[in-house]
């Protein structure tokens, strides 16, 4: 069974900055990250290939967030600058074998971890 254990989650004042890592328990061609705010869906926000050929990100974030990985620890980042409240979410990390937008389309999920910006 595969495992994605995010971390780097917590409270942050509006413009401040904050770092989300997630280690899968396998190596994945496309590691990536997703946000569900309270009362909202689930929305893609920036994902990766196996060698960041192919990066893409949301438009309410280009600019201000900016996504890593490192293949040998099986590890995606998500730096996170410049936050605004309505970046309040939980922040969900995903994985799968291609370079996708959708959601339904990730192959496994980790539990998510919770960011609040307050004003």
């Known amino acids: 069974q595969v495992q994605l254990v995010e971390s780097g989650g917590g409270l942050v004042q509006a413009g401040g900055s904050l770092r989300l890592s997630c280690t899968a328990s396998s190596s994945f061609y496309a590691m990536g990250w997703f946000r569900q705010a309270p009362g909202k869906e689930r929305e893609f926000v920036a994902i990766?290939?196996?060698?960041?050929?192919?990066?893409y990100y949301a438009d309410s974030v280009k600019g201000r967030f900016a996504i890593s990985r490192d293949n040998a620890k099986n590890t995606v980042y998500l730096q996170m600058n410049s936050l605004k409240p309505e970046d309040t979410a939980v922040y969900y990390c995903a994985v799968s074998t291609t370079v996708t937008m959708t959601s339904g389309a990730m192959d496994y999920w980790g539990k998510g971890t919770l960011v609040t910006v307050s004003s």
């Open positions: 990766l290939g196996w060698s960041g050929e192919s990066t």
